[in-house]
């Protein structure tokens, strides 16, 4: 198979669009409509965007590459014609290039750290549209980009059959949560009257991250009632105070209060010694069922509450008195340990899922590797 530029086979279309000429029902997408992976999760109108500055425009025979952030490997193929963020760059294959085979083929790994690798810029690293152009792209005969396309789509379809299972499971606990207690007028306190211990973690860790020991628990971790510890830091933890202060114990509630206000999870049985970065906060309450207070913080009515809170101007925050200060409805404690139990078994459903998607993901990238080696 023979090796050459993307310069030479597509086109990096930067026809750039002032926002007044487009008419308001034109379809918009900035990165945050984007994914890692390439599924597109929203778009919105120019209309409704109320865009400021020049955009971009593509039609369904480009590829969007997100050139902010490569690492994040924002590479997609819309169904649909509209226009981006000039951090989304559309590239439009020629007649000797695949659109699908494209997008795997800048979609592996090994291209997007290549992209990563190849940023400018210390605090918002960009990719430039000339050195994409200049992207090695491994070109076999059209017929065989189509197969190998057709196979990646297969294994892809595969992979996102298996999130929307997840997808229905996470939805179970939010369904028994509203049915159990969402349509009583259950008694209320400030969240502060059942607080035992309350605290956030500690700034300036980076000195301690190891390549193993402690885990380090992130914002990226916290997501939806769960601790995620497929992405978790490391730290040789110090032996001080403030390491006590920070250390999570099985059970405690984890809420994020700086950035993407309102995440929850509770501390898992097993996790081992842990400790929570600046963004978290530990809310630890023996008298209310830690599934329970996880689960109504991250409900609407919690959210109300937390995001009512916020009054940071520029910046999203919460201070200790802002948690205090959340009105808790306090059904009977039999009430929520029942409904622990049964998100318990609903969490157990969703470790078999995890573990389907794991292999997946697993299969996706060894047919990926394989594909553009020519051993498919």
């Given at each position: 198979?023979?090796?050459?530029?993307?310069?030479?086979?597509?086109?990096?279309?930067?026809?750039?669009?002032?926002?007044?000429?487009?008419?308001?029902?034109?379809?918009?997408?900035?990165?945050?409509?984007?994914?890692?992976?390439?599924?597109?999760?929203?778009?919105?109108?120019?209309?409704?965007?109320?865009?400021?500055?020049?955009?971009?425009?593509?039609?369904?025979?480009?590829?969007?590459?997100?050139?902010?952030?490569?690492?994040?490997?924002?590479?997609?193929?819309p169904?649909?014609?509209?226009?981006?963020?000039?951090?989304?760059?559309?590239?439009?294959?020629?007649?000797?290039?695949?659109?699908?085979?494209?997008?795997?083929?800048l979609?592996?790994?090994?291209?997007?750290?290549?992209?990563?690798?190849?940023?400018?810029?210390?605090?918002?690293?960009?990719?430039?549209?000339t050195?994409?152009?200049?992207?090695?792209?491994?070109?076999?005969?059209?017929?065989?980009?189509?197969?190998?396309a057709?196979i990646?789509?297969?294994?892809?379809?595969?992979?996102?059959k298996?999130?929307?299972?997840?997808?229905?499971?996470?939805?179970?606990?939010?369904?028994?949560?509203?049915?159990?207690?969402?349509?009583?007028?259950?008694?209320?306190?400030?969240?502060?009257?059942?607080?035992?211990f309350?605290?956030?973690?500690?700034?300036?860790?980076?000195?301690?991250?190891?390549?193993?020991?402690?885990?380090?628990?992130?914002?990226?971790?916290?997501?939806?009632?769960?601790?995620?510890?497929?992405?978790?830091?490391?730290?040789?933890?110090?032996?001080?105070a403030?390491?006590?202060?920070t250390?999570?114990?099985?059970?405690?509630?984890?809420?994020?209060?700086?950035?993407?206000?309102?995440?929850?999870?509770?501390?898992?049985?097993?996790?081992?010694?842990?400790?929570?970065?600046?963004?978290?906060?530990?809310l630890?309450?023996?008298?209310?069922?830690?599934?329970?207070?996880?689960?109504?913080?991250?409900?609407?009515?919690?959210?109300?509450?937390?995001?009512?809170?916020?009054?940071?101007?520029?910046?999203?925050?919460?201070?200790?008195?802002?948690?205090?200060?959340?009105?808790?409805?306090i059904?009977?404690?039999?009430?929520?340990?029942?409904?622990?139990?049964?998100?318990?078994?609903?969490?157990?459903?969703?470790a078999?899922?995890?573990?389907?998607?794991?292999?997946?993901?697993?299969?996706?990238?060894?047919?990926?590797?394989?594909?553009?080696?020519?051993?498919?």
């Amino acid at each position: 198979m023979k090796t050459v530029e993307l310069g030479s086979v597509a086109t990096i279309d930067r026809k750039g669009v002032d926002p007044g000429t487009i008419p308001p029902e034109t379809l918009y997408l900035g990165l945050e409509h984007i994914e890692r992976g390439g599924r597109i999760t929203g778009r919105d109108t120019v209309g409704r965007s109320e865009l400021a500055s020049t955009k971009f425009a593509f039609t369904e025979d480009h590829v969007l590459f997100g050139k902010l952030r490569p690492n994040l490997g924002k590479i997609s193929r819309p169904g649909f014609a509209g226009v981006c963020s000039t951090d989304i760059l559309p590239i439009r294959p020629g007649p000797d290039l695949d659109r699908n085979y494209l997008a795997h083929y800048l979609a592996q790994p090994s291209m997007v750290d290549f992209a990563a690798s190849r940023t400018s810029g210390a605090n918002l690293p960009r990719l430039s549209p000339t050195v994409l152009a200049t992207f090695p792209i491994t070109l076999p005969p059209l017929a065989e980009q189509r197969r190998i396309a057709a196979i990646l789509d297969h294994a892809d379809a595969l992979r996102a059959k298996s999130r929307q299972v997840l997808d229905h499971v996470d939805s179970l606990a939010r369904s028994i949560f509203h049915d159990m207690f969402g349509e009583r007028a259950w008694p209320t306190e400030k969240l502060g009257d059942r607080l035992l211990f309350l605290t956030s973690g500690s700034r300036g860790w980076a000195k301690f991250y190891a390549a193993d020991g402690d885990k380090f628990i992130r914002i990226q971790n916290v997501r939806s009632g769960y601790l995620d510890q497929r992405d978790m830091a490391f730290v040789s933890a110090p032996e001080t105070a403030e390491a006590r202060r920070t250390a999570v114990q099985p059970g405690d509630v984890l809420l994020s209060i700086t950035a993407d206000l309102g995440r929850t999870a509770v501390v898992p049985d097993g996790l081992g010694r842990a400790f929570i970065n600046q963004h978290l906060a530990i809310l630890r309450a023996p008298s209310v069922a830690p599934r329970y207070l996880a689960d109504f913080l991250s409900s609407p009515a919690g959210q109300r509450e937390i995001l009512g809170k916020d009054r940071g101007a520029t910046k999203a925050g919460l201070n200790f008195d802002d948690v205090r200060s959340v009105t808790l409805p306090i059904p009977p404690l039999k009430l929520q340990t029942d409904y622990a139990e049964r998100v318990d078994r609903i969490n157990a459903q969703r470790a078999t899922v995890l573990a389907a998607i794991e292999a997946g993901e697993g299969l996706f990238n060894s047919l990926q590797v394989r594909a553009f080696r020519g051993e498919l």
